[in-house]
């Protein structure tokens, strides 16, 4: 279900930019784990608008092989190479959340136009400060809330639009993860809060056609203690937004 918002949703930015070059918009992609992968396969194979022309990863290697995998010309570890090379459009930034303000505001300042994973930052501070870059450099920037182009929450917002259930109340959404996610992907992610629970937020946003004026959160670690004692995280949740 995530994954055909996450198609729609990257189809519908390529297809935006590209209205404005020649030849469809040149991607650079940094990162190469699973995500990236996912949006390499997208702008390679599903995406006539768009065409990655290089990718950058820690791991050389992994590069490499996802360049070779889905076409892509260039392969390295600099995410620089990206953020100077000239002829690239736009910038897809895959990489482990505490590296995102740092990038965005670097294709931001070299006016790249930016789709970025969750979360867009991981502290207050750089969220302002990479929302004040991107509105002085001016170009377009897209966060990976897919699952507003998933057809299910698609259609649930049509019938809000339509009147059909009335004035939205109360939203209620469970999310699971199938499992814990490894230590080290915890100690970079920002936390249950940013990483996972910042989609049931942005979803609630979009049911309720509102902005959050009140937010109550409580939470535990329950289900793997390594998350407690080595990740400095919880696993389990529960948030009340109040519009």
């Given amino acids: 279900m995530n994954g055909m918002g996450l198609f729609r949703g990257a189809r519908l930015l390529a297809r935006g930019l590209s209205s404005g070059t020649s030849g469809g918009i040149r991607v650079g992609i940094i990162g190469a784990g699973r995500i990236g992968q996912v949006h390499a396969e997208t702008l390679a194979f599903r995406c006539p608008q768009a065409k990655p022309v290089r990718i950058v990863d820690f791991f050389e290697d992994v590069a490499k092989t996802v360049a070779g995998k ?56 750089e969220v302002d400060d990479v929302i004040k870059v991107v509105d002085e ?63 049931d937020y942005d979803v609630a946003r979009f049911l309720m056609k509102s902005e959050c004026v009140r937010v109550t959160a409580l939470g535990k670690c329950r289900i793997d203690p390594k998350i407690a004692s080595e990740g400095k995280d919880i696993d389990t949740s529960l948030t009340i937004l109040e519009f």
């Fill in 70 to 125: 889905f076409g892509i010309d260039h392969a390295g570890t600099d995410y620089m190479d990206i953020v100077n090379d000239s002829s690239i459009d736009a910038v897809w930034i895959c990489s482990p959340s505490s590296m995102h303000a740092e990038q965005i505001i670097a294709a931001a300042k070299a006016g790249k136009h930016i789709f970025c994973e969750k979360p867009l930052a991981t502290s207050l501070k």
């Fill in 137 to 199: 450099s001016g170009v377009k920037m897209m966060m990976a809330f897919q699952r507003r182009f998933d057809p299910n929450f698609a259609r649930a917002r049509k019938a809000v639009d339509d009147g059909v259930v009335g004035d939205p109340i109360m939203f209620h959404l469970t999310s699971r993860d199938p499992a814990p996610p490894p230590i080290d992907y915890i100690l970079k992610s920002g936390g249950l809060h940013n990483d996972m629970a910042v989609h």
